[in-house]
């Protein structure tokens, strides 16, 4: 463990992304469609036990790169590294073997669970397909899994619309967790539920991170969710990072004009009111801007930024933070 790592945390990367990009479509008729670039080179990484934070408006590249991660979708460049190897050098077959010790959570529980089968029979699935347990193991280890994640072990023969919203929740969290991943994707994993129901998902999460050692990618449009869970910030805008530090650092002083009109934006507790709406609409991302992608609704926009997209570097007054802006120096 690094003398620098929160507790729990270990120095050395679990999960590593290398200048990953993923494009989709551009084929069509005659050459015909633009392709759209929906993550361009990003660099990650993630040590066990740490959660890393991922928020920007729809359709900024956040899913894609959870994706790209959990190798459901292969890049179009770049590469991902588990505990030192590269998935697109590894066997079919460890490939397989792989897939246990990475999951992922939905947006939507309801969607993602089958309504016809037993919840019990849903999150021993990973146990079985892995062969991680017999129907007697299988069996106690559902009901471990329930009662980790606050439900009842008797409840495992129940089918999914016998459950609210927030455990339906809990339910794909521990199918998630059954086959003893280390790394999770979540991917808004509380935007469909009741604000009263959100903080208790969340804290479940970050009881479960530092139980479990979990390495957390967390999927939010929302600052404020991520600001109680995740050690680290990365903002996304239209497929690229913009701005990436400590959580503390970023929410106590945004540096990036998108990140601090994300947190403008964002209704907090303390001024549930105030939020002011970011300007203008999210750009096509087939038909992106020149230079800084945000220079169309930044505030602080001038000529230059159209000329070239600025490049991700140290902030100014604080190295363990990078944002891409060309104003980064004037507006620290
Ligand atoms: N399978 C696909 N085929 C074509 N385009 C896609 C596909 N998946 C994503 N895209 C496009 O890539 C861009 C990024 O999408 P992505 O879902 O990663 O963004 P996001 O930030 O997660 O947004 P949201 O919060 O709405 O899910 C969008 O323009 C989206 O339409």
Request: aromatic content about 4%.
């Amino acid at each position: 463990m690094n003398a620098l790592s929160p507790p729990g945390i270990s120095a050395a990367p679990l999960l590593r992304g290398e200048n990953l990009s993923r494009s989709f479509g551009g084929g069509g008729w005659f050459g015909r469609g633009r392709p759209i670039l929906a993550v361009r080179g990003v660099d990650l990484h993630l040590a066990r036990g740490e959660a890393l934070g991922v928020v920007g408006e729809s359709g900024c590249g956040k899913s894609t790169l959870g994706r790209l991660l959990l190798n459901l979708l292969p890049p179009t460049s770049g590469k991902v590294v588990f505990e030192g190897e590269a998935l697109d050098a590894l066997p079919a077959g460890k490939l397989r073997a792989l897939r246990r010790r990475m999951q992922m959570v939905f947006q939507d529980p309801y969607g993602s669970l089958d309504p016809r089968r037993s919840v019990g029979a849903q999150i021993a699935d990973g146990l079985l397909i892995h062969r991680m347990a017999d129907a007697t193991g299988a069996a106690a280890r559902v009901a471990e899994l329930l009662r980790q994640t606050g439900l009842e072990p008797a409840h495992a023969m129940r089918l999914p619309h016998e459950f609210s919203g927030g455990q339906r929740q809990r339910i794909a969290i521990a199918r998630a967790l059954a086959t003893r991943p280390d790394f999770i994707v979540a991917d808004e994993p509380v935007s469909a539920l009741d604000v009263s129901i959100q903080a208790q998902i969340v804290n479940l999460l970050a009881d479960l991170r530092s139980e479990l050692g979990l390495a957390l990618l967390f999927i939010s449009h929302d600052l404020h969710v991520v600001r109680h869970l995740c050690d680290r910030v990365m903002v996304m805008y239209l497929g690229r990072v913009v701005e990436q530090g400590s959580a503390a650092a970023i929410f106590a002083a945004p540096a990036h004009p998108y990140t601090r009109a994300l947190l403008e934006a964002t209704p907090s507790m303390r001024h549930p009111v105030t939020a002011a709406p970011l300007p203008g609409e999210v750009p096509s991302v087939a038909n992106p801007p020149s230079g800084c992608p945000f220079r169309t609704r930044c505030p602080a926009a001038e000529s230059r930024c159209a000329e070239a997209m600025p490049p991700l570097e140290a902030h100014p007054a604080d190295a363990s933070r990078q944002l891409a802006c060309w104003r980064a120096a004037e507006l620290a």
